[in-house]
């Protein structure tokens, strides 16, 4: 069965940090670019970050652009999302989803098929 995980949410006070892993089964990562996504309460699915076959590679949308690091471990068969300096605002379930690599140059795909999902919540 083909899917990804993610996993590392949880509760962090503003400020904090977070790191979020993607894991591949029952495929490997190599040849596919990984895309981070959240989702809070009421609101539409937001794309936040993606990642291609290099780690040079990567796009960010402005609200989380120097707080947040995508990496790639591919032995792991894993993506990482390293969140810092979160705030109340980033409060949402987050998740990962992948798609073929067509292009090495990007990582901007129209993505489906996500995860299940991890809660993260910022508060005090």
């Known amino acids: 069965q083909v899917q990804l995980v993610e996993s590392g949410g949880g509760l962090v006070q503003p400020g904090g940090s977070l790191r979020l892993s993607c894991t591949a089964s029952?495929?490997?990562?190599?040849?596919?670019?990984i895309g981070w996504f959240r989702q809070a309460p009421g609101k539409e699915r937001e794309g936040l970050s993606c990642?291609?076959?290099?780690?040079?590679?990567?796009y960010y949308v402005d609200s989380v652009k120097g707080r947040f690091t995508i990496s790639r471990d591919n032995a792991k068969n894993t993506v990482y999302l390293q969140m810092n300096s979160l705030r109340a605002e980033d409060t949402a379930v987050y998740s990962c989803a992948g798609h073929p690599i067509w292009d090495d140059r990007t990582c901007q795909y129209e993505y489906d098929n996500w995860g299940q999902g991890t809660q993260v919540t910022v508060s005090s």
């Open positions: 029952g495929f490997t990562l190599d040849d596919y670019a």
């Open positions: 990642i291609g076959r290099s780690a040079e590679v990567t």
